[in-house]
Each structure stands twice: as structure tokens, then as C-alpha cells.
């Protein structure tokens, strides 16, 4: 199964299932973007293409956030969905956020996030989701990998693209090849929290 | 007193075990085991983390003050931002939350064999009781204290002022030193307003670590010189004649300018 879970310390009452599909085509992705402006309820995800998400605390730094702001009652998107993807951005725009994080027919690779509420899973819950997205994705179980910081920063996202979206040229960098996934993701997570201010 | 501030901070933050750490006028620090979304965080210490909270001050207006809390936890997230991408040491942000303000940050230091944290001070403390007097001024120490001042000088070379330069505000890991609190952190390029930073710190090892105060601030004013040479294109050298010069005038007269107040 290519999924994973995680939950907050913070947020026990809340699980977050994260699953990542590659080799998607263009049409799935074009009628993804339809439905979801449609909102059908099949399309009920949060969906994320994998080109400026360089780490799992990248992505969970930004699930926590939305999560918070939905239970501070301060959620700037309409949605939890949207909102994940809005705090994924350092600029203070819904629209580019969602160009810029959300699906893209030019990105084969998605990443799909639910949150849950944990006393409503039941045993099967999270393999039934799992088994309804490979279909409306269309893809078969070999291109639904488990997720991991490994293949984010070596095979799915572009670290140039990255860099340019968030602004972080001018950064210093230490220069050694094995710390810029940990310097990029710190730098990332600063430069969203303060998006706006 | 600080019961009910420990009450309000757990209301915010269910679940999360908090331990009390500092607490000044205007904020309480917290340490905790537990990280806000992930168990493996980028950072090198994964088993202890910080939390800054300012609470709610009862004798202010509620509006008021919700906008003030709020307005200085942005301020201080967007110093420390800002060093962060300069490649100045000090911890990074891990979560914010401005309506509660709250600042989840990296934890920095170790545990000196004594048990406290390694800021400059316990660390020059700690050598001064447990060790002879030569090892208070040896070669570790010059290094450490000239790290620190190239660290203060690469601060002021972005107009950056800390504010509340002391030797307890200065953690040691692995020897390299790091900046922390940020609450009255400000932005200025006046030499004036660097020199009060220098004078604050000078006043504050005078004061803390009396016996080798002079050594000890000399070694900090020569890295703190050494970086405005490496920076001598941005115009580092004259900015230094002048912050030294500024220096002299505030020893003279104190860290206020006006008489007033």
C-alpha cells in the first residue's frame, strides 16, 4: 500500500492520509481541475503536484497550520483542502497558490492529502480511500509509491524551481551538498509562516 | 501568578508537555519534548524544543492587547527569519501561531557537567569555578570570544540590532555561538543605536564575569573588528570607525541618549 498516515500531537482527534500517485495522465489531471471547480464530491482531496515540495516537514509544517487555523477559526481558504496548499505558499494569494501547488497538467506525479477524523476509520477506511483513488486517478498500484523525503528530493521536485519560487537565492547557504535538503526545508517553513507580514 | 499563565499556555497547546524555563516581563519560555507535526524534524537536536508564549496581559485593553502580542511575535519570527536566511546562528522557527502567541522554535545548547544550559555566561561561569585561572583566559576562550563578536559584528553589518545583548542571551553549541531572544530586536543602520548594543554586552560581562571582564571584552571587539574587514566592500571598515567611535561616547554618558524619562 502506497499510503502513509501521521496525526499532531496537538490535533489527536484529527489523521492526516497522505498518498502519492505517479504517471498520471493529462486528461486525469485536466478532469481533476474541472471536478474539483465543480466541486464534486468524489474530488473531496487536497491535491498537490510534487514540483516545489522538497520535504515531509515541508508538507506536514503546512497540514499542521491549516489544521490550527481551521480550530483557531482563522482559515483564509474556504476549505481545509485549499487551505493546505494556500500555506504551502510565501505569497499571500489563493489563486497563485493554487497555480503554483495544485494540480498541474504538466506535473505527473500528485500528492494526495485527507484529513480525517480518527474516531470516524474503521479498519478498512484508509484502504478503501486508497483503492478509490487509484481509480479516479487511473493508475495501477505500481505508480502509487510510499511517500518519503527521498524521493521528494531526488526524483519528484525541482530544487531550482523551488528555489526561485520561495525567493531563497539570495540565501546563505553552507555549501555542503548533503545539509540543503535540512537548510532549504528550514528556509521554506520561515519564509510561509511570515507570507503576508 | 505564573500558575495561571502556565494554565492559559496548556489551554492553548493540549497534550504537549511543558516545561517552564525563563520567564521575563513580557514573555514565558518553555521547553518540550514533543514537536508540533513531525518526530524527525532538520534540526540537530530532535529531543527537545522551545516554546515561547506571550500571554495575555489582564490590564490592557483586550483588543489592544491582542494586537500588541501579536505585532511583537510577528516582529520577533521576522528577526529570526531573517537571520536564518543570512547564515547568522540562532535557532529556527518550527510553527507560529499569531493569535495565541505562541513561537515553536529549535532548541540550542547542551547541558554543561553541571547540568546548565551551555550559554556564554554559565560556560565562562562554570570554567571560572571549576577550573585554575588560566583556563579562564585560554585559548578556547579567545576563540569563543571572538566568535562572538564576529557573530555581533555580521548582526550590525545587516543594520540588524539585537537589543538585549548579554552573555545569558548567547548559547554555545559545540562551542559555535548562537543569538537568542529576539523581543526587542530592531532594525537600524545609526551607529549610535550599535554602539548601545556593544555597550550592553560590555556592561554585562563587566557586571557577570568581573575578574577577566577587560580580556574578555577585548577579545569580542577584535572579532567584532575582524568582520567589518572582511566586509570592507559593503563599507565595513568605516562603519566600524564609527560604531567604535560612537562606543566611546556612550561609555561616557550611559546607554540613554536623552535626559529625559
Known amino acids: ?197 | 501568578m505564573t500558575d495561571r499563565l502556565v494554565k492559559e499556555i496548556e489551554g492553548h497547546l493540549p497534550h504537549i508537555p511543558l516545561e517552564i524555563v525563563s520567564q521575563g516581563a513580557e514573555a514565558l519560555v518553555f521547553q518540550t519534548s514533543t514537536h508540533p507535526y513531525i518526530d524527525d524534524p532538520y534540526l540537530k537536536n530532535q529531543k527537545k524544543y522551545i516554546v515561547k508564549f506571550r500571554p495575555s496581559k489582564p490590564y490592557r485593553h483586550p483588543i489592544i492587547d491582542a494586537s500588541i502580542n501579536k505585532t511583537r511575535t510577528i516582529g520577533e519570527a521576522k528577526f529570526m527569519t531573517k537571520l536564518n536566511k543570512l547564515g547568522i546562528n540562532s535557532p529556527s522557527i518550527i510553527s507560529v501561531d499569531y493569535s495565541k502567541a505562541i513561537i515553536w522554535m529549535e532548541f540550542l545548547g547542551s547541558e554543561l557537567t553541571n547540568g546548565d544550559i551551555s550559554s556564554f555566561k554559565n560556560w565562562l561561569w562554570y570554567l571560572e569555578r571549576n577550573e585554575s585561572e588560566a583556563k579562564c583566559v585560554d585559548e578556547q576562550v579567545e576563540q569563543v570570544c571572538k566568535k562572538v563578536g564576529e557573530l555581533i559584528g555580521k548582526l550590525h553589518m545587516n543594520d540588524m540590532i539585537h537589543g538585549d545583548l548579554t552573555s545569558s542571551n548567547i548559547i554555545l553549541q559545540d562551542f559555535e555561538p548562537a543569538l537568542i531572544d529576539f523581543g526587542l530586536s530592531s532594525y537600524s543602520g545609526l551607529a549610535e543605536d550599535k554602539a548601545v548594543d556593544l555597550y550592553v554586552l560590555e556592561r554585562a560581562i563587566l557586571s557577570t564575569h568581573s575578574v577577566f571582564s577587560d580580556t574578555y571584552n577585548g577579545w569580542l571587539l577584535e572579532g567584532y573588528g575582524s568582520i567589518h574587514k572582511q566586509y570592507s566592500k559593503q563599507g565595513g571598515t568605516k562603519k566600524y570607525a564609527e560604531t567604535i567611535k560612537k562606543l566611546e561616547d556612550v561609555r561616557l554618558r550611559g546607554r540613554k541618549r536623552s535626559m529625559l524619562g
Do not use: W
Not at chain 1, 500528492?111 to 480525517?116: A, E, F, H
Not at chain 1, 486508497?130 to 511517500?147: A, F, G, T
Open chain 1, 1 to 197: 500500500m502506497g499510503f502513509i498516515t501521521t496525526s499532531f500531537p496537538q490535533f489527536p482527534q484529527f489523521t492526516v492520509f497522505i498518498s502519492l500517485f505517479t504517471n498520471i495522465k493529462t486528461e486525469t489531471s485536466a478532469t481533476i481541475k474541472s471536478e474539483l471547480i465543480g466541486a464534486n464530491k468524489d474530488y473531496d482531496f487536497c491535491f498537490l503536484n510534487t514540483n516545489h515540495i522538497i520535504s515531509l516537514e515541508q508538507l506536514y509544517a503546512s497540514i499542521h497550520r491549516s489544521i490550527l487555523n481551521q480550530s483557531n477559526e482563522l482559515m483564509k481558504a474556504k476549505t481545509l483542502n485549499t487551505e493546505i496548499i494556500f500555506n504551502l505558499s510565501s505569497v499571500n494569494n489563493i489563486m497563485d497558490a493554487l497555480k503554483r501547488f495544485g494540480v498541474d497538467e504538466s506535473c505527473p506525479n500528485l500528492i494526495v492529502i485527507k484529513v480525517l477524523k480518527t474516531d470516524e476509520i474503521e479498519s478498512d477506511t484508509l484502504k478503501e480511500l486508497n483503492q478509490h483513488l487509484l481509480k479516479l486517478l487511473d493508475v495501477d498500484e505500481s505508480h502509487n509509491i510510499e511517500l518519503n523525503d527521498e524521493i521528494l528530493f531526488s526524483k519528484l521536485a525541482s530544487v531550482q524551481k523551488t528555489k526561485k519560487l520561495y525567493k531563497l537565492n539570495d540565501a546563505t547557504y553552507s555549501g555542503n551538498e548533503s545539509e540543503l535538503q535540512a537548510e532549504l526545508t528550514r528556509l521554506i517553513i520561515g519564509a510561509t509562516l511570515l507570507r503576508g507580514f
